[in-house]
T-cell receptor, first 112, second 112 residues
């Protein structure tokens, strides 16, 4: 499968715990995006990278959230001290320079 | 920032009928408008897109139209089939490679 992959697909955690998600973009795609999607809503932008540089961060991304793309390939999104409001689907997408963004299957986070 | 509104939120049609979903955007600088289809529990899939230098684009049973002056764009699906049932999202982007701003989604139900 040469599409965007994400791991894990599901994560259940207790409030206050830290979680980390991984995204592997389509090979050679230099742009990587993180979005969050809650039930019944469209995806909301969180942050994106061009190669290893983080170019933009949404105001939604509080200081409990951090994302990295250390070698310009895979990316990780960490949430510290999780809250129930963090429960959502976290989607990753990648693109090659231009417009078309291709999404991964997402990581569904449930904070209990 | 950009704001995208999508209507209707739900749409029910009979198999074989046409379906039209409409979106408006606020930022006149936006120049790329993709449409995604998301089936239950699946990733958003890019089905068609249009750039601001084009007024209409067609791909088999689906077409998208763009009115830059009025800042709205629409998705048209003809000869609908039960497998077209899904949630459809429009989105807008103001520069190549930047974040997408999504509409709230339209749940399309095609009755056999």
């Amino acid at each position: 499968d040469t599409g965007v992959s994400q791991d894990p697909r599901h994560k259940i955690t207790k409030r206050g715990q830290n979680v980390t998600f991984r995204c592997d973009p389509i090979s050679e795609h230099n742009r990587l995006y993180w979005y969050r999607q809650t039930l019944g809503q469209g995806p909301e932008f969180l942050t994106y990278f061009q190669n290893e540089a983080q170019l933009e961060k949404s105001r939604l991304l509080s200081d409990r959230f951090s994302a990295e793309r250390p070698k310009g390939s895979f990316s990780t999104l960490e949430i510290q001290r999780t809250e129930q409001g963090d429960s959502a689907m976290y989607l990753c997408a990648s693109s090659l320079q231009g417009d078309e963004q291709y999404f991964g299957p997402g990581t569904r986070l449930t904070v209990t | 920032g950009e704001n995208v509104e999508q209507h209707p939120s739900t749409l029910s049609v009979q198999e074989g009928d046409s379906a039209v979903i409409k979106c408006t955007y606020s930022d006149s600088a936006s120049n790329y408008f993709p449409w995604y289809k998301q089936e239950l529990g699946k990733r958003p899939q890019l089905i068609i897109d249009i750039r601001s230098n084009v007024g209409e684009k067609k791909d088999q049973r689906i077409a998208v139209t763009l009115n830059k002056t009025a800042k709205h764009f629409s998705l048209h699906i003809t000869e609908t089939q039960p497998e077209d049932s899904a949630v459809y999202f429009c989105a807008a982007q103001y520069n190549a490679g930047n974040m997408l701003t999504f509409g709230g989604g339209t749940r399309l139900m095609v009755k056999p």
